[in-house]
């Protein structure tokens, strides 16, 4: 499994999940079993399109420290081989 942190919304644009989305299409053509995680539903739908399973963390796309517990979790309930993340962080 490979896990994808990813946020487009109408602050920041697409770029950062359709950049994420290309590679996990191509995971998902080598059977590898995609997870996004998200600060919010904005992409939603686009994800579920691609194939890939979905997390909504709820949170502030700008603000990743405080999803670290949450996202923790996460990985140890999925032990991905990956973790990729793609974010504007300040």
């Given at each position: 499994?490979?896990?994808?942190?990813?946020?487009?919304?109408d602050?920041i644009?697409?770029?950062?999940?359709?950049?994420c989305l290309?590679?996990a299409e191509?995971?998902?053509?080598?059977?590898i079993e995609?997870?996004?995680?998200?600060a919010?539903?904005?992409f939603?739908?686009?994800?579920?399109?691609?194939?890939?399973?979905h997390?909504?963390?709820n949170?502030?796309?700008?603000?990743?420290?405080?999803e670290?517990?949450?996202?923790?979790?996460?990985?140890?309930e999925?032990?991905?081989?990956m973790f990729?993340?793609?974010?504007?962080?300040?």
């Amino acid at each position: 499994m490979i896990i994808f942190r990813a946020d487009g919304n109408d602050k920041i644009g697409a770029g950062h999940v359709m950049r994420c989305l290309n590679m996990a299409e191509q995971y998902i053509d080598e059977g590898i079993e995609v997870l996004f995680l998200t600060a919010d539903e904005s992409f939603s739908q686009r994800i579920a399109e691609a194939g890939c399973n979905h997390i909504i963390l709820n949170s502030g796309y700008n603000n990743m420290i405080e999803e670290i517990e949450q996202i923790e979790s996460i990985v140890d309930e999925y032990n991905p081989t990956m973790f990729i993340v793609d974010c504007e962080c300040q």
